[in-house]
């Protein structure tokens, strides 16, 4: 693999910043975008982008979320680039647009610090925003961390606009763990370097007074179904094409990009299997209990949605145990919704681990050694199904 | 052709197709196919949900031969900030070359109420659009619920005419002057029985940069109960009664563009509509004082305010 440092810049950022320059360096056209922490970086260093003249875009600062994602579906739906950015109550506040976006099929990219839903107010990690939207049909990546935050929203932008694919995608980066601390990474030189992987966008169907057309018609009992199977199977088509581009932008960053990675999982009997920036306290941890002479490997999943069944499959082969680990919860049902996942990607196969759901990390609260030790002794307890972690008083 | 001096100077040529499926004697076409002929060359329509947009896009037929988008309710003037801001970029850094009118359409719903938010933001961003709001005074796509602009007294199906509360009890909210009051280059009044008043606004409207609020008042058969034969009849006296005056608001100078020296009494104009039906009974008589009154304070602004030489 050809490594293309030379044309690349060792720095040290945020990844809120990171995500900045990303779209940044992807020369989007249109932001369309409204502060909320831990996001509000993001908008602070694109608007300074722009209004220091390096970077050619309208930056709208809407009045709100929900007009961030409408102004972006206005913006996409006339050909160009666009970008927009949010967390937790903001992305609760978009979810009606979450869905005329994708179902329009217009290749918007949302960088989501994830944060947790209110009440009670947090301004800190969970993964609920990212869950909400899981069912939307947009395309989810998550950063575990700056490095990754920057690439995965460079390759966001080739992945919506690739004309097999033409479905919105979101970069999650966990809110302030990853959001506000500052990590060394690689940024290209600039727009040039970036261009010769991303071209500009060369839209399949826009609104163009030469060649009118309607877009967002009503459609009801008579068609509404056929279109909606129609999108579903172009989504479910997506992942091909996906994997294509990561290994596209592999090769173009040197830094390898696939569905899921894995950690010492082949000879494992105890898999843990997690989203987000969690990955790399749990790579140390399992490093750690190696040495202990525990059999244990992590996964965890670099692309949400469309969910990676095959690979998925794949790496859990010959695990004993699996242990899902939600930053969320799902109320009122039976687990989580990563473990719900997992549970119906590994129905149907003849042999698979037991699963054991484990929640942590909601609100910020702070996963660390400690907790993993703690999460260690819960999950060997016989029978157990369904576990918190790094809770007061437990 | 610009501004006209009579309605057969009004260009011929149609961009709204027949075959849709708007009630008769709705008014909504007209605002529609007027805007398509007085805003010239490249335009961009904009829809919030509503009656216009479920009657005109039945999938798989469309009625536009303009390019149109819908998105949803209450967010057809952010839609809108975002195709401005893009035609933009296409002309600054991709040489694209062309003015592209972005004209927003709401309905009352979809402006006075859930709406009011994203309008109010891309009209102090200052975009460079037109948001035409067609007002028939009520939810009329979901059964004729009350908004805020149904006027007082009037019967709607979350505002019915009870024994105990006849009708709406509050006023209608003035979204005209909020709209004004962003400090923007134009706003106006239109009305479908004031034809050439209203194209020559449609065409002022289409040559000045910046946001632009146009205020359709547009009669609904369905929704206020009369016969669809009077729709323009019921328009007329709605200016005619100064119930809906005809103004305008250029730079900041308010000018009433269509002067009632000697109004009609408003009876006239509510007892053609099933809606007021019940306002002319005995005990309702104190509710068509109040609406008499408020119809009296409002023409009086006006009067005040077009003496000046600017509002703002």
Request: proline fraction near 5%; glycine fraction near 6%.
């Amino acid at each position: 693999m050809e490594v293309k440092v030379e044309r690349q810049i060792r720095t040290g950022l945020n990844g809120d910043e990171a995500v900045a320059y990303a779209a940044y360096h992807a020369d989007v056209d249109v932001i369309a975008a409204y502060p909320i922490t831990p996001q509000t970086i993001i908008v602070e260093r694109l608007s300074e982008f722009v209004h220091d003249g390096l970077l050619d875009a309208e930056f709208i600062p809407v009045e709100s979320e929900h007009s961030a994602l409408s102004a972006v579906v206005g913006a996409a739906a006339s050909g160009v680039r666009t970008f927009t950015a949010t967390a937790s109550q903001g992305l609760a506040l978009m979810y009606e647009i979450l869905y005329i976006a994708s179902s329009l099929r217009l290749p918007i990219v949302m960088a989501l610090a994830d944060r947790a839903l209110s009440a009670l107010i947090n301004i800190h990690c969970s993964h609920d925003d990212a869950y909400a939207a899981r069912d939307s049909g947009w395309i989810e990546f998550f950063a575990e961390n700056v490095q990754e935050a920057y690439d995965l929203v460079i390759a966001a932008f080739r992945v919506a606009e690739d004309k097999n694919i033409s479905f919105p995608a979101i970069v999650n980066l966990d809110g302030f763990i990853l959001s506000h601390s500052i990590e060394p990474l690689y940024i290209y030189e600039g727009q040039d370097v970036v261009r010769e992987f991303l071209p500009r966008r060369e839209p399949i169907v826009k609104l163009d007074p030469d060649k009118p057309i309607t877009i967002g018609a009503l459609a009801l009992q008579n068609y509404y179904i056929e279109l909606k199977r129609a999108q579903a199977e172009a989504f479910e088509a997506t992942p091909p094409y996906i994997r294509k581009i990561l290994r596209e932008y592999s090769e173009f960053s040197g830094r390898k990009y696939d569905f899921i990675k894995k950690y010492m999982i082949d000879d494992a009997d105890i898999g843990f299997l997690v989203l987000g920036s969690t990955a790399g306290t749990m790579r140390h941890v399992v490093r750690k209990w190696r040495e202990k002479g525990r059999k244990v490997g992590l996964i965890s999943l670099t692309l949400y949605r469309p969910f990676p069944v095959d690979d998925f499959r794949d790496a859990v082969k010959g695990l004993k145990k699996l242990v899902i680990m939600d930053r969320s919860y799902s109320f009122g049902s039976p687990y989580a919704q990563l473990y719900m996942d997992v549970a119906a990607t590994l129905y149907d196969e003849p042999e698979k681990p037991d699963l054991i759901n484990v929640i942590y990390g909601l609100g910020g609260r702070d996963f660390n050694e400690y907790t993993a030790e703690e999460m260690w002794e819960k999950i060997n307890r016989p029978g157990v199904k369904k576990i918190w972690v790094g809770v007061r008083g437990d | 052709m610009g501004f006209i001096r009579r309605l057969n100077d009004i260009p011929r040529e149609e961009y709204f197709a027949p075959g849709h499926a708007f009630c008769a004697g709705c008014g909504i076409t007209s605002i529609i196919r007027m805007v398509l002929k007085a805003y010239e060359g490249p335009k961009i329509i904009v829809n919030a949900t509503g009656c216009m947009e479920v009657a005109s896009t039945l999938y798989p037929r469309t009625a536009w031969k303009v390019p149109w988008i819908h998105s949803a309710f209450e967010n057809a003037a952010a839609t809108a900030a975002g195709i401005e801001a893009a035609f933009k970029i296409l002309n600054r850094k991709y040489g694209y070359n062309k003015k592209v009118h972005v004209i927003a359409f709401g309905g009352d719903g979809g402006t006075f109420d859930i709406g009011i938010q994203a309008l109010s933001g891309a009209l102090e961003r200052g975009h460079n659009f037109t948001y035409i709001c067609y007002d028939n005074e009520a939810y009329m796509n979901t059964g004729i619920q009350r908004s805020g602009a149904t006027p007082m007294g009037a019967a709607t199906t979350t505002s019915p005419a009870g024994r105990v509360i006849p009708g709406k009890p509050q006023g209608k909210k003035d979204l005209v002057f909020i709209a004004a009051f962003h400090k923007i280059p134009y706003v106006a009044t239109l009305n479908p029985a004031f034809m050439q008043d209203m194209y020559n606004k449609l065409v002022k409207a289409s040559q000045i940069e910046g946001p632009k609020f146009l205020h359709y008042y547009t009669p609904c058969p369905t929704g206020w109960r009369f016969d669809t034969s009077h729709s323009i009849k019921i328009a007329r006296l709605a200016v005619q009664t100064r119930f809906f005056p005809l103004y305008e608001i250029e730079r900041g100078k308010l000018r009433i563009t269509v002067d009632i020296k000697k109004p009609k009494p408003l009876e006239e104009y509510l007892k053609l509509q099933g809606r007021f039906r019940h306002l002319l009974e005995p005990e309702n008589k104190h509710i068509v004082d109040a609406l008499k009154e408020e119809i009296e304070r409002n023409w009086q602004r006006l009067k005040m305010l077009s003496q000046l030489d600017f509002i703002y």
